[in-house]
């Protein structure tokens, strides 16, 4: 649709960029400066021995959406907080329309027009939408006014949004809406998004990347950061590559195929799947039998009537947006949440009584989303991790623990999964997101486990963990083992999976062969049965 | 204004550094308090911290004290690991001494042998059962620890004085809210002529050995350890946030009830009012400063047990009141909790700025 347009014209960093086609609507700048909005020169950031941001260059023209392409840890994260005014580069100067400025804080990033919309929402679920955008605008305000004005700019921009409505109610699409509307409250000359897709569905997406391009098309820059290859091409008119704090490419997205920014972003190419057939007995390992929980909290979700089942040789995913009851699910299987016994059955054998130890011992594995804190202790060593669950492998006698045998599994998961760390004495926190989730899944597959649960494989995680993740799910699944992933990827299910079922709203819709589905039927559904608000 | 802002990893160095920092900050303050009464400083410091440990006699008053403080202090650290915080020790160290007091008066006439393990049996699980009720409290009714624990301690107060006003009170005893002196068969044995301090202490010695083995090697403690640090990883594992909050409450509470036989059974020799000294509550602080570590709380204990002798001698030879005890061990724990404060945080420096 709007792509057609989007001729704005790209890396031209020094010369000036011809002022937008549209008259400026928003954003004071009305005079339209011939310097870029925003340049940086040589930004430096080091966090004692890891330079997260070395000699980093960027320049942003007015209207431009520029991508920000890396893998995790490559030190995206850290250049826009340095951006914002949430970190301080060491070395460096940051020009804005021309005029060097230092960003001491967030408040004066907003000032200079530079908003930011974070990967992790920073809302209060009990207070309105408008109570939360006036929160942040700060001063004096009058609710009344500024609802409205939240209503006006909301249908501006096709974000429908609702100001009174209180956030715990809002769909996760919906609250980022409200992170959107808050910036462009503040007029931003600038608009920083961190990985604002993670979250949303197919559809959902679309509809952000209109908004987005009509925002361009006012004048505002806009710094998109993904590592999602596909939607870059589709929104982005210019991406700059950094790998390990270092710009390692610029590039005009269109002009670049998937692969080939691939191999900018990771320094090599990105490896494919192999799907191979399963040749074993298909017989049902997990099957789950009229599952209802009422929701553990006031904002959990309650499940209503789930009923699946996972073969041996199969990985079964489950599509859908966070928070439309996969926690409570996964809750349940894992014996996290207790539930009646019949409903969960492994080979078998009623265990919905059972709690996640005796599940375990039966060989029910989980990878839980949470990696910190739930699947592994944050302050604890690897050996230590990894008694958490593969205690029952001989590591404890007489109530004695054999620190030997932990270390020794620790060093067998960290040697075959490829796990970059200082070794079984690391601390779990000490891995980058990638690392401990390979630690996590190495853990519980090293147990041969018959099912194994898997929530979000590759959350947070690079391009090239991703893929070798997705490859030992894959490969395990033809061992003979019945692999349930939830995910909200479509494109890693649809990658992985043998059938596809959706979550919307704590009902489970039945599932279907990959072959019979297709991406855009499943957005509609994981949208739930009300539909997202249009 | 934030003074402090969260380091991106805790101190190790401070971790270890924060006790002989908290210790050094107290005797400054300690000296200033000293000058502020009017009392030299470097004498004040000799009387608190030397003299009781210029004679045997004194290491051995030494021993005695720090035994009870490093029992229990080894049994709260378990339940503090596991973030179970049992404030009331004390309770339970009283209605430890209740229980042996109570085997010894009603064998008073046919004691033997069987009696003083019988006293040590009945002081373990009455401390034991007195740590019991909040662990029932809280796993039944979501009843906070560190209210029930504390309240207890009230209880086994009240109960421990109407014994002695009443019931257990001695016919001799001149009204004297009192119990009879146990006999010897009754007590521990004097480790040294004119010592008070008494075989008890190999307890303290035992608890040290177990409580080490168990921190370092047993999968309980691992549990246990897992559950205070991330509650969502024990639940993932399947480990038993109820099974956490017996264990600790019962083996803290089994601790301090020991420390009250060792009490009642060693250097009071009966049932009073003036069972403890505080230990209780001490312990607590025994624990943090020995950085919940079986080795470390022995060298804490020490250190507590000097400040109980150093405020004796304080109160005999500089003619100060008998609060100087509580007020050192006040200033211990604020300097601890304050210098802890900075393992993971640091000071926000004012940036000067044009």
Redesign the interface.
């Known amino acids: 649709m709007a792509s057609a347009d989007l001729s704005v014209p790209a890396i031209s960093s020094d010369l000036g960029v011809s002022p937008p086609a549209e008259p400026v609507s928003l954003a004071a700048a009305s005079v339209v400066p011939a310097a870029d909005r925003l340049q940086l020169i040589g930004i430096t950031k080091r966090?004692h021995a890891l330079v997260a941001n070395d000699a980093i260059s960027l320049s942003v023209a007015p209207g431009q959406i520029h991508a920000v392409l890396g893998e995790n840890g490559a030190g995206k994260s850290t250049l826009m907080k340095i951006i914002y005014g949430a970190v301080r580069a060491d070395a460096g100067e940051m020009l804005w329309n021309g005029r060097q400025v230092q960003v001491?804080n967030p408040d004066v990033a907003r000032r200079l027009g530079i908003g930011m919309v974070f990967q992790h929402f920073s809302l209060f679920e009990t207070l309105t939408v408008v109570e939360n955008i006036a929160l942040v605008l700060g001063g004096r305000f009058d609710l009344a006014a500024l609802a409205e004005r939240v209503r006006k700019v909301s249908t501006q921009y096709g974000l429908s949004l609702d100001p009174l409505r209180r956030v715990h109610s809002l769909s996760v699409g919906e609250r980022q809406r409200v992170e959107i509307v808050r910036c462009l409250l503040q007029d931003p000359q600038l608009l920083i998004l961190d990985e604002p897709t993670s979250v949303l569905t197919p559809q959902a997406v679309q509809k952000l990347f209109q908004t987005l391009r009509q925002l361009a098309r006012e004048g505002v820059s806009i710094l998109y950061i993904s590592h999602k290859l596909h939607e870059i091409q589709s929104l982005c008119d210019v991406a700059t590559v950094i790998r390990a704090g270092r710009v390692t490419g610029h590039a005009i997205p269109r002009e670049e195929t998937p692969a080939s920014l691939a191999r900018m972003m990771i320094g090599r190419e990105l490896p494919q799947c192999a799907v191979a057939p399963y040749l074993g007995v298909s017989r049902p390992l997990l099957e789950v039998n009229h599952l209802s929980l009422p929701a553990p909290d006031p904002f959990g979700t309650s499940l209503q009537d789930i009923s699946l089942s996972v073969q041996a040789g199969e990985i079964l995913g489950i599509a859908g947006i966070s928070g439309n009851g996969q926690n409570e699910l996964m809750a349940a299987l894992?014996?996290?949440l207790p539930c009646a016994s019949e409903a969960v059955v492994l080979e078998g054998r009623a265990i919905g009584h059972l709690?996640?130890?005796?599940?375990?011992d039966l060989g029910l594995g989980?990878v839980?989303e949470?990696r910190l804190?739930?699947?592994?202790?944050?302050?604890?060593s690897l050996a230590?991790n990894a008694?958490?669950?593969a205690?029952r492998r001989g590591m404890?006698r007489l109530?004695?623990?054999n620190?030997g045998l932990a270390a020794a599994f620790a060093r067998q998961v960290i040697a075959r999964f490829g796990v970059k760390c200082s070794g079984e004495a690391a601390a779990a926190r000490a891995l980058s997101g990638g690392n401990l989730q390979k630690f996590i899944v190495g853990r519980e597959m090293e147990q041969s486990p018959k099912v194994l649960l898997v929530s979000q494989p590759t959350w947070g995680v690079d391009v090239g963990a991703a893929a070798q993740l997705r490859q030992t799910l894959i490969d395990l699944s033809r061992e003979g083992v019945a692999i349930l992933v939830v995910s909200e990827e479509l494109e890693e299910l649809f990658e992985i999976c043998d059938r596809i079922a959706v979550l919307a709203a704590g009902r489970l819709a039945a599932p279907q062969a990959k072959a019979d589905c297709n991406a855009e039927q499943i957005g509609l559904r994981m949208a739930g049965p009300q539909a997202e608000a249009a | 204004m934030h003074l402090l802002e969260p380091r991106a990893e805790p101190s190790r160095t401070l971790q270890w550094a924060a006790p002989p920092l908290a210790i050094l900050l107290m005797l400054l303050a300690g000296s200033l308090l000293f000058l502020v009464l009017g009392r030299n400083p470097v004498e004040a410091f000799r009387v608190f911290f030397i003299q009781p440990l210029e004679s045997g006699y004194g290491w051995s008053e030494l021993l005695l004290k720090a035994g009870p403080l490093i029992l229990i202090a080894e049994g709260l650290a378990i339940g503090f690991r596991a973030r179970i915080y049992n404030i009331g020790a004390e309770g339970q160290l009283i209605f430890g001494a209740i229980c042996a007091g109570g085997v010894a008066i009603y064998a008073q006439g046919h004691e033997g042998h069987w009696t003083l393990p019988a006293m040590v049996l009945a002081g373990a699980l009455g401390g034991l059962f007195w740590g019991a009720i909040p662990a029932l409290l809280k796993t039944h009714f979501n009843a906070e620890e560190t209210l029930t624990t504390l309240m207890l301690t009230y209880v086994a107060n009240f109960l421990l004085s109407w014994l002695v006003h009443i019931p257990w009170r001695d016919p001799q005893g001149m009204n004297f809210p009192q119990s009879v002196m146990f006999s010897d068969a009754e007590l521990f044995t004097p480790l040294f002529e004119g010592s008070r301090l008494n075989t008890s202490i190999g307890l303290a010695v035992v608890a040290v050995v177990v409580f080490q083995v168990l921190v370092r090697r047993s999968f309980l403690a691992y549990r246990l350890e897992v559950g205070g640090q991330a509650p969502t990883a024990a639940r993932y594992a399947g480990f038993s946030q109820r099974a956490t909050i017996w264990v600790s409450l019962c083996v803290s509470g089994m601790m301090a009830g020991l420390a009250g036989v060792g009490e009642v059974a060693g250097p009071i020799g009966q049932l009073n009012l003036n069972l403890s000294p505080g230990y209780g509550y001490a312990a607590i602080i025994v624990a943090y400063l020995g950085r919940l570590h079986p080795l470390g709380i022995v060298l804490s204990g020490l250190l507590m047990a000097l400040l109980y002798l150093g405020g004796e001698a304080a109160q005999m030879t500089l003619q100060l009141p008998a609060a100087i005890t509580g007020l050192f061990q006040g200033m211990l724990l604020f300097f601890l909790l304050g210098t802890d404060a900075f393992i993971d945080n640091r000071l926000r420096l004012p940036r000067r700025n044009a």
């Open positions: 966090y001491e894992s014996g996290e709690d996640p130890g005796a599940r375990r989980f839980p949470e804190g739930r699947g592994a202790v944050p302050a604890m230590r008694l958490l669950t205690h404890v109530g004695l623990v620190d």
